[in-house]
């Protein structure tokens, strides 16, 4: 009989820790965008949707400034001493959201939201280098690293709805709570890890972070299947700004659902994308298949395709949740859009494990840290260039453009790993 990982001491306190930190992280966020679009908190004389970009910004901004310190800082000392520094630094942040959220400052909701993102751009490199010296054996690595991904989804959806739910319905008593219980909890988890060896990598720190970052990058993707899959990590987030942002609006324009039937569609989508990881997890067995990236793009493509063709029309009406799940067309609609996140769960979970085995030990967090960096920036030019063609385009096309871009990468991919030689 399998144990389950999670009776394992050294991974159920990392697995808790990373699944508290993701849920903080998202309820703090949607918490203050919620203050900021629905109860008028307002930031000096920006509008509403201003601030509330500027509010993301903050957010993703860390990554691309601090993410190869943190990489280099994980591989030079030890991780687990490095996890209980970032767990003690959190009670601190904690407690300015919580001033913040109480008095209703803005200023001091942006400081703590920056310092959030700071604190997980610093501890996100090593949840998943620390693995491998948790695990040796390979078809134990690949499962916790399906568990990590399956328990982050799970974590981003669970800190949305409560900072938006609680909020919404001026409650924030309640959010103040639970960050405050899951940051003690974090941090009282972080001193009951099983102690890992040093690897004690020889790094070097340059004080341009912009200088870091490019030679973090241009050292660890001189690997070009390290590079390739890095790549291919950071579309699957690109994808992920179109199918959790763009996918409002076509709920409303396309599809006839109102706001509480995009909510719906997006816990489907991120649990079906959860469900997907763990099914290709047990179905590789202990193995990579890298065929499932490109099979899994041209999968998206078609089945996002279908979705388009049943909605080619705008619509003006809005359906309730139960209208819209009482319709043949809204039932239709629910299977697509979780056959595209259970597909996704299989390209998203195959390009980490494959990360993972493929990548030296001793500069694993540095890789993080760059697959961070690309993720950011891929999902950041992604909102650029969506904002831009919807300007010359209805979001329809958009998708079109989209399904196209798939397939291109996906015959990239394709061609790349599985090129013709004679045998």
């Known amino acids: 009989m399998n144990e389950s990982l999670l009776n394992y001491r050294k991974f159920s306190g990392l697995f808790s820790i990373q699944f508290l930190n993701v849920m903080n992280d998202n309820l703090l966020k949607n918490a203050i965008l919620v203050m ?13 949707s201003v601030a509330v970009n500027i509010s993301t910004l903050l957010f993703i901004l860390p990554f691309f400034l601090f993410a ?7 591989d030079k000392v030890n991780k687990v001493q490095l996890i209980r520094i970032i767990k003690f630094c959190e009670v601190f942040i904690t407690l300015v959201a919580c001033g913040g959220i109480l008095s209703k400052n803005v200023w001091l909701m942006l400081i703590a939201i920056l310092a959030m993102s700071t604190h997980s751009t610093f501890f ?3 949840k998943y280098s620390i693995l491998p010296q948790y695990f040796s054996q390979r078809k134990k690595l690949l499962l916790a690293n399906s568990y990590v991904e399956v328990g982050s989804f799970i974590a981003v959806l669970v800190g949305q709805v409560i900072g938006s739910w609680f909020i ?21 988890f972080s001193w009951n890890l099983e102690k890992t060896p040093t690897v004690g990598t020889q790094v070097t720190f340059h004080w341009n972070l912009f200088k870091d970052n490019w030679s973090l990058y241009r050292q660890i993707t001189t690997d ?31 599809l006839g659902g109102s706001a509480q039937v995009f909510s719906i569609l997006l816990v489907e989508f991120s649990i079906a994308i959860g469900l997907g990881s763990l099914v290709c997890t047990y179905l590789s067995n202990g193995q990579i298949h890298k065929k499932f990236i490109p099979a899994a793009l041209v999968g998206i493509s078609i089945l996002t395709l279908l979705m388009l063709l049943l909605n080619r029309v705008p619509t003006a009406h809005t359906l309730s949740v139960t209208e819209f799940s009482h319709s043949l067309h809204g039932i239709i609609n629910y299977g697509l859009i979780f056959g595209i996140g259970f597909i996704a769960g299989f390209y998203s979970i195959t390009g980490y494990n494959e990360l993972q085995l493929i990548s030296p030990l001793k500069t694993f967090s540095q890789i993080i840290a760059v697959s961070n960096v690309l993720n950011a920036a891929y999902m950041l030019m992604m909102t650029i260039s969506c904002t831009l063609l919807l300007i010359l385009i209805n979001l329809w096309w958009l998708f079109i453009i989209v399904i196209v871009a798939n397939l291109i990468i996906a015959y990239n991919y394709w061609r790349y790993n599985f090129p013709r030689h004679s045998t």
Do not use: D, E, R
């Open 36 to 48: 900021i679009a629905f109860n008028g908190i307002t930031l000096g004389s920006f509008s509403s």
């Open 68 to 74: 190869s310190y943190a990489g280099k800082l994980a």
């Open 124 to 126: 996100s490199p090593i």
């Open 168 to 188: 919404g319905n001026s409650q924030p008593q309640i959010v103040i709570w639970i960050l405050a219980s899951a940051t003690l909890a974090g941090l009282i």
């Open 224 to 254: 070009a299947k390290i590079k390739n899959t890095l790549h291919a990590i950071a579309w699957f987030w690109a994808l992920g700004v179109i199918y959790t942002i763009q996918m409002a609006l076509l709920t409303k324009h396309y």
